[in-house]
C-alpha cells in the first residue's frame, strides 16, 4: 500500500464549481499533515497545514479523520488560477521528511 | 519575501560525471532539505541537515550523494557519479527549527529546483 494514496484525477470543472480532493495515508503514528499546491514544473508550495478540528481558509476546506487515515480538501467558487496539482502531504512523528502524494490535477474551465 | 535560491535552473551532464546543485535557504532557517521529482512522479524525501549535520536520510540518498554546508549561507548537494536514472528535478526546502504555535513543525519552503538531465 502506498504511504499517501491520491485519485490522480484530471478534475476539469467549470469555474465557480467546487470540488472535493481526497487523500488516505498508511502510517497511523503520522503526526502533521498538508496540502500542498503544485503548478507545472514548478516546485510544492504550502496552501494549507491540516488539523484534527478541520481548517478553513477563504475558499479552501482542510478536513482531517484520524481514525479513517483520509484527508480531504474542498475547493469553492473554482478560479482558472486554481488549475493546478494539489499534493497531500504527511509528516511522521519525530520526523522532519515530508511524504507526498502523487498529487490530483485540477483543470478549471472557462 | 525571503525565498529559498538555486542554481542552475538546469544542469545537463553525461554519466558518470559528478554534479554539484546549489542552494541558498532563508537566512534565519536552520533545518534544509533535497527532494527530487522524477518527471511525471511524486516528490521524493532525499536528506536533510541540522546543525552541520545529516539529521535523517531515505533510502535513495546512497553514497554517491553527499551534502555539505560549506559556508554560512550555501547548501550544496553532490551527487559523484551520476547515472541516468538520476535525471529529475531537484528541489531545495529549508524550515525554522522551532515548532509553531499550533505545535506542528514549520513549513518547508522550497526553491525553484534545478533540472538534472543525465545523458
Known amino acids: 500500500r502506498k504511504e499517501v494514496e491520491q485519485d490522480p484525477g484530471p478534475f476539469n470543472v467549470p469555474e465557480g464549481a467546487t470540488v472535493a480532493f481526497n487523500c488516505t495515508y498508511s502510517?497511523?503514528?503520522?503526526?502533521?499533515f498538508f496540502w500542498y499546491r503544485q503548478d507545472c514544473r514548478k516546485e510544492p508550495k504550502l496552501l494549507m497545514s491540516?488539523?484534527?478540528s478541520g481548517n478553513e481558509d477563504g475558499r479552501f476546506t482542510a478536513q482531517l479523520n484520524r481514525a479513517s487515515q483520509y484527508i480531504s480538501l474542498l475547493i469553492r467558487d473554482s478560479k482558472l488560477s486554481d488549475s493546478a496539482t494539489y499534493l497531500c502531504?504527511?509528516?511522521?512523528?519525530?520526523?522532519?521528511?515530508?511524504?507526498f502524494g502523487s498529487g490530483t490535477r485540477l483543470q478549471v474551465q472557462p | 519575501e525571503p525565498e529559498v535560491t538555486q542554481t542552475p535552473s538546469h544542469q545537463v551532464t553525461q554519466m558518470g560525471q559528478e554534479v554539484i546543485l546549489r542552494c541558498v535557504p532563508i537566512?534565519?532557517?536552520?533545518?534544509f532539505y533535497w527532494y527530487r521529482q522524477i518527471l511525471g512522479q511524486k516528490v521524493e524525501f532525499l536528506v536533510s541537515?541540522?546543525?552541520?549535520?545529516?539529521?535523517?536520510k531515505s533510502e535513495i540518498f546512497d553514497d554517491q550523494f553527499s551534502v555539505e554546508r560549506p559556508d554560512g549561507s550555501n547548501f550544496t548537494l553532490k551527487i559523484r557519479s551520476t547515472k541516468l536514472e538520476d535525471s529529475a528535478m531537484y528541489f531545495c526546502?529549508?524550515?525554522?527549527?522551532?515548532?509553531?504555535?499550533?505545535?506542528?513543525?514549520?513549513?518547508?519552503?522550497f526553491g525553484p529546483g534545478t533540472r538534472l538531465t543525465v545523458l
Open positions: 491540516v488539523y484534527s
Open positions: 502531504v504527511v509528516k511522521g512523528t519525530g520526523r522532519r521528511a515530508l511524504t
Open positions: 537566512s534565519n532557517h536552520l533545518y
Open positions: 526546502a529549508s524550515s525554522e527549527a522551532q515548532r509553531n504555535l499550533a505545535g506542528g513543525y514549520n513549513e518547508q519552503f
Open positions: 541537515f541540522y546543525n552541520n549535520e545529516i539529521s535523517e
Open positions: 502510517n497511523s503514528a503520522s503526526q502533521s
